[in-house]
Nanobody, 115 residues
Framework: QVQLVESGGGLVQAGGSLRLSCAAS????????MGWYRQAPGKQRELVAS???????TYADDVKGRFTISRDNGKNTVYLQMNSLKPEDTARYYC?????????WGQGTQVTVSS
């Protein structure tokens, strides 16, 4: 069992920045992939960014160049640095971890971007 706890969400004006953190209860060395997803009201949950244990990253097209995912192995934490935020980035952001065929999810943190 892996527990994930997100933090760092909030209200920000368009053009601003936020950094989300996801603390894992297990060593992230054991997690083959970690990522951030988001879900806006009335929409499906979608991948924002992911990072594999070896380091390769993936980003959704609409966040490329604005968001950066990174990991601190010593702190078992994954981050999502979000810059140049837009109102359409407003959503609940969820941390995800994948290990041995099982997906784990955090409770999410709300990000609201005002215009």
């Amino acid at each position: 069992q892996v527990q994930l706890v997100e933090s760092g969400g909030g209200l920000v004006q368009a053009g601003g920045s936020l950094r989300l953190s996801c603390a894992a209860s297990a060593s992230i060395f054991s997690l083959s992939r970690m990522g951030w997803y988001r879900q806006a009201p009335g929409k499906q949950r979608e991948l924002v960014a992911s990072i594999r244990s070896g380091g390769p990253t993936t980003y959704a097209d609409d966040v490329k160049g604005r968001f950066t995912i990174s990991r601190d192995n010593g702190k078992n934490t994954v981050y999502l640095q979000m810059n140049s935020l837009k109102p359409e980035d407003t959503a609940r952001y969820y941390c995800n971890a994948y290990r041995f065929g099982i997906d784990y999810w955090g409770q999410g943190t709300q990000v609201t971007v005002s215009s």
